[in-house]
């Protein structure tokens, strides 16, 4: 097999290779189910590489990442200096004409590397919509963080304007860039238009957020359009939804919380939350809890919402690491 007959497939099929098993599936933690389906047939077909093969596609995989680096901490003519002391003038070109193709630079960067309290201090004072565009380029974390230090009735016209928004033109973006440009060291622009914000990018946004702030926005956000706040309900998942897991996938979760979360959670359900936690729990753990309840007053709602959201935490690192599955609104059929 000639190196410059590989596809770009069959290169990143090499590298996965070369990396061994272990560190191959961290890679593939950070992928889309459609590129795992597509780069392990193509390791399947892979077939033999010989050593000289297999250095130089390492060789220019390394020159690709090291251009991405520079590029990404020092802008284009930056990464053109360095590359063209470490390869020469003519690599550096060829290396830097052959990312620009497949990599396009964020607009934004300084949102992911801000402090949160300074965006905070400063995006409070912007429109919703502007605050919109921003957070769509942030962390789900730190948007969600961002969100919950808002003004309570901007928090809704926050949320509503990023779950509306599709895309944004280098105009708009620009536009929003200029006005920021002296509040912020580093402005990145774009090239063509970008999908932003949805429905997705939301629910996500608010599976990070507080329990306390989540019910406000949803409650305010219902009494305006039910239908957009079902829609995000349908995509996240919140403490209540254990209802529709499987009971062998709430034993597993159950096992990993503290019980005193447990306790405090179930302050704050209903019967038939918890009904069906005491019966995925042996009859021993369940007296105990329920004897826990009883004895366990005057508890605060933020406690009770902070527990819940711990297990909540628990339950999606479980699922991230295949170990439980939660099934949401029909999204996902089970095969018995």
Do not use: W
């Not at 039910?226 to 709430?250: C, G, H, P, Q, W």
């Not at 005193?260 to 369940?286: C, E, H, P, Q, W």
């Amino acid at each position: 097999m000639e190196n410059n007959k590989l596809t770009s497939e069959q290169k990143a099929a090499a590298v996965i290779v070369s990396l061994g098993a272990d560190k191959a599936s961290k890679i593939y933690k950070h992928l889309s189910e459609s590129d795992i389906e597509k780069l392990t047939i193509e390791v399947a077909k892979l077939g033999h590489i010989t050593p000289e093969q297999m250095e130089e596609v390492l060789d220019e995989f390394y020159k690709t990442c090291l251009t991405q680096k520079v590029v990404t901490d020092g802008g284009m003519e930056y990464a053109r200096a360095v590359l063209e002391k470490a390869f020469g003038e003519s690599t550096a070109q060829t290396l830097l004409e052959k990312l620009s193709k497949s990599m396009k630079i964020r607009p934004f960067e300084f949102v992911r590397k801000s402090n949160v309290k300074n965006l905070v201090t400063f995006l409070q004072h912007e429109r919703a919509q502007t605050i919109a565009l921003v957070l769509s380029y942030a962390e789900p974390d730190q948007a969600a963080t961002v969100i919950s230090e808002l003004p309570k009735e901007k928090r809704l016209r926050v949320v509503e304007a990023v779950a509306r928004m599709e895309s944004a033109s280098p105009e708009g973006i620009k536009i929003v860039e200029a006005s920021l440009k002296k509040k912020f060291d580093s402005i990145l622009t774009t090239e063509s238009f970008t999908k932003l914000g949805g429905i997705d990018y939301i629910a996500d946004v608010m599976n990070h957020m507080d329990r306390s702030n989540e019910k406000y926005i949803f409650d305010e956000l219902s009494k305006e359009d039910e239908e957009l706040a079902d829609t995000i309900r349908k995509k996240m998942f919140v403490f209540e939804d254990i209802v529709s897991m499987d009971n062998r996938s709430i034993q597993r979760f159950i096992r990993e919380c503290d019980v005193k979360d447990i306790v405090y959670a179930l302050k704050g359900s209903d019967d038939s939350i918890k009904d069906l936690v005491f019966a995925n729990v042996s009859t021993r753990m369940a007296e105990s809890i329920r004897s826990d309840l009883e004895v366990t007053v005057n508890v605060r709602l933020r406690d009770v919402e902070e527990a819940q959201q711990r297990i909540v935490a628990v339950i999606r690192r479980l699922e991230e690491a295949g170990e439980l599955i939660i099934v949401k609104s029909g999204k996902d059929e089970i095969i018995a």
